[in-house]
Structure formats: C-alpha cells, structure tokens
C-alpha cells in the first residue's frame, strides 16, 4: 500500500500516519503527485491512497477532476474533513473521489473503508462489463432498410414536395422539425418529421398535459401537496428538500406515477396545425424518417425512438431492454393498436416494445409491414 497526501496540516498528517502505521509522502499540489504516482506505478501495482486535505468546494472539486482525469491505475482518492458538509457529497463524488473521510475517524474504522475499496472498484468493473453488451443490426436488417428506404423516397417524391409546399404556406418556420432522440443503445440522433406544430409547440407543452391520453387519471395517483402536515412521532423515514417535505413512501409513489406517465401524447392537440392534422392522420409527417433510415439511426421496423425526458424514465432494469433493439418507423405496437378506438396504455406501449426487441426477426419485420397498410389510416386523432 502507498499512501499520498495533499495539504499542508501537520495534525492530519501526524493522525494518518499513525492510523495507518506507515509513511505518508506530503505533497502541495496534484501535479506533483500524480507524476510521482506514474513514476512508482512502473514498478508496482499495489494499491495508491491519495489523501487530500479539504480546503474549499471549488478547490476540493478542480483538485479532485485533475487526479481523476489522470486516470491513475489502482488509486483511490480519499477527501480529508473534519467537517462533512452533506450538500457537497455528490459533487465531490461526481468529481471522483472513492470516499469522504473525517479526520477523526477511528484506526479500525479507516482500515475497513481502505480495504473495500479495491473491493468494490472490482466489484463495479465486474458488473459493467457483464452488462456492456451493444446492440448491432443484422446485416439482412441494414440491406433491407437501404433498399427500402431509397425505392420509397424515389416513389414518394411528388408527395414530399407538395407536402413540403402546403407547410411552408400555411404557417411560419421550417419545413423539417428536428429533435433529439434515443434510439437503440441509448444512442441519441436528430428525429426528422414534416412539422405539423404551431413553432412554439414546445414551449407550450406543459399548457397541454392534461390532454395526455397515456396519463393516470385516478385521484390516487395524482401528487399530493408538497408541504405535508406531519406528525411528530412516525416511523416513516421524511425527506427535507429546499421547497418542500415529504415521506419516502410517498416520494415513491410519485415517481412511480411518473414512470407510467412516461409516454406524452395528446388527443385532438391545439398545438397541430390544419395541415398538421391532416398528415398526422395519414402519417405522411413520419416519410422523413426514411433519411434518418438512410443514415442508419433508424430501422423500417423497430420500437419508436423516445424523447429524451421520456427515455430518461424508462432507464430502470425493467424497460431496459426495450433500446436493444432497432429504432423504427413502424413497429409492433402501431400495428397491434392503430386501428383500436380504445386508447393505448403507457405500460401496454412499453411490453410491445420489449417484446419485439426479443423477437424480432425477418418474418416478423415482414408481418409488421403488411399490417401497417392495413392500419395506415388511424382511427385516434393523434
């Protein structure tokens, strides 16, 4: 073991040396120690404790990122306080530090926090490589799509250029929507679409949701008020925020709401213009897509590509799976519920998309394109 400290307090220095029983170089900066570190790194691997005195947040962090940025091999990176401050926790871990030490920690108990950490860092490395498996598209797949893709903007040109026309005249802003979003592997791209919104649309989403026909209507999954009367004696744990005090229970259950909200989509929308509603109708807004197709950020068939706060809540291990597979432009659960009158359930959405990430082959592919002419026009008005 190899033990480093920056700072410049002697009675932290003196207590560290004697925890550990053994010799601590000094140093007073990272620059320092991070080429004695590489230097001694050639001749063993054992493991490297850098201990480094807290001065102040913004020094702590910057003297944190630059250690961190080194990627120094078997080191790990201990900020000194006699004063925790729990506010600056994660940003010190954020910046890279391997754990937050008081100084008067007892012997024993830094030896234990000393020996886990090895320990957990393997412990992590281990798991991500087990769960560091990308997705790639099949060869038939990309044939297909390029094929495919190319015959229908060839085919569908006319269209696109009249479509393009009545957009430019009806209303102001570009004729091409553009937004971010996630497709497989949780790699993000630019969504192309005929825009049939108002410009502002965005700005005016949250005027909207309560529209949204994915959202939980029953009284009890709606929030409750932030500021709860609590009582003085409860066994459930309170959380304290800046604006607000709940129970964990009921944080919870808020979040849970808020992942079966996690698809926004809204029926008869102000926000679409007339010209809007019609290609919507008739999905002509979707044709597009066939360069994202052509770019290779997108499949003819596969599961929606999402927005990116609606990914964000489906990062759990149970919806997972649904990036590992294709992003498309038509896919399982269109086909199985356009021509429904019944809405579409945010859940019912999400196990379609799980589904065919599973089962997705060049039969299936094929069935979900012929029954994608049989539900083209669709029958809810979104």
Partial sequence: MYAYYIGDNSDWINRLSCCLNCQIMVFNNPLKT?????????????????????????QDIQYLDSINKSNLQHTYLLLISEYIIKENIADNLHAGASEIVDINMPAEDLHTTLALLPKLKQYSTAKLQQHAHRFKLPLWK???????????????????????LAIRLESKGPIIYKSKRVGSNYDIFDFLKFRSMYSDADKRLKEFEALNQYREDSQENQPQTEILSLPQQSDETVLVADDFVTTEQQLLKNRRR????????????????????????YSIDELPQLINILKGDMSIVGNRPLPLYEAELLTTDE??????????LTGL????????????????????????????????????????FTAFVQKENV
């Fill in 258 to 281: 808020q992942q079966k909200n996690a698809f926004v989509k809204f029926e008869n929308d102000p926000r679409i213009t007339k010209i809007g509603h019609f290609i919507r109708k």
């Fill in 34 to 58: 991070i080429l004695c570190i590489n230097e001694q790194s050639k001749k063993d691997t054992s493991p490297t404790y850098i201990f480094i005195e807290s001065c102040n947040k913004i």
């Fill in 319 to 328: 919806y997972i799976e649904r990036f590992m597979a294709p992003a498309g």
């Fill in 333 to 372: 659960w269109q086909v199985e519920k356009r021509g429904d009158q019944g809405a579409l359930s945010a859940e019912e959405r999400k196990q379609l998309d799980i589904k065919y990430a599973r089962n997705f082959s060049f039969g299936t592919d094929l069935n979900i394109i012929c029954r994608t």
């Fill in 142 to 164: 990309r044939i297909f799509d390029l094929a495919f893709s190319s015959a229908a903007i060839l085919c569908l040109s006319p269209l696109l250029i009249l479509t393009a």
